[in-house]
């Protein structure tokens, strides 16, 4: 359990000096992840030498969370206990969670109710970060994105595999520019969302991290064993996605630089991201340009479209455009 008082704050209240310690209190919505439960036991642990456990806190969590995927909804009552181990106190509203917390976790394991949820955290104006993926579908990423500029609220979403310490390095050009890259992981497939939004986004986000955005066009190889997506971007350079089905479950990559093959990182825990995640909270910069994780959704979506035509090439502006017609009738719900 955290230790709510430092050995010097118990002094100085001994010799009526004490002076309140700001804390960040963060509220998590969603207890259908593994996730919640994990972040929760990092910032509620007793590790004081870690400044980020001294300075944040999870107080308050809204339990709910996915209502159709049976794998998450059963978590919630252990993860209720799982928490509250933790001294979290937990709430029947996202509405009553605003009123204890400074800023907010969406951990909605469903990525569905994630903007309706998310519409309630950006008009209390408190700064949100939401985990994976950010929707369910690319329409309902735009309309994110588009809420989150209505309301000008800053929005970070990212898969963990992201801020690997190896895949840091290769996007910050430490073994120079990466002239394409080959990466994969896991496809679990989930029938509520689409082929890869769900579980596979993880290998499409290394693979951005090492490329960067400005993907024109995909094209889809599947079999049984797995998916090979291949990315052409505006620059010529060829980036590609391998999606496991069979197998060990795998994350990692390789990254082509001037060089030689340089390996990407694999997982890497949870901690390298959720360092990130306190850092946007408190400076509200997010690490992550919204406009990137729009397109590795329009990425996802291009490569389905790709599978149903036969492997044949799809663009990414033609996926957009269907898209945005609809994120515009998602957005008339919750505004």
Known sequence: MKKVLTLLTVSLL???MATAQKVHRIGIIGLDTSHSTAFTELLNGDNMEDPYVRDFEVVAAYPYGSKTIASSYERIPGYIREVQKFGVQVVDSIDALLELCDYVLLETNDGHPHLEQAAQVFRSGKTCY???PLGATLAQV???????RQYGAPVFSSSALRFSPQNVKLHEGAYGPVLGADCYSPHKTEPTHPDFG???IHGVETLYTLMGPGCEKVSRMHTPQGDIVTGVWADGRLGTFRAL???PALYGGTAFTADGAVEAGGYAGYKVLLDRILDYLVSGEAPVSLDETVEIFAFMEASNLSLERGGKSVSLQEVMKKAQKEARRLLKKVQ
């Open 198 to 200: 769900f579980y596979g």
């Open 14 to 16: 001994f010799t009526g």
């Open 130 to 132: 939401i985990d994976k």
């Open 142 to 148: 735009l309309a994110i994105r588009e809420l989150a």
């Open 245 to 247: 089905v069979e197998g």
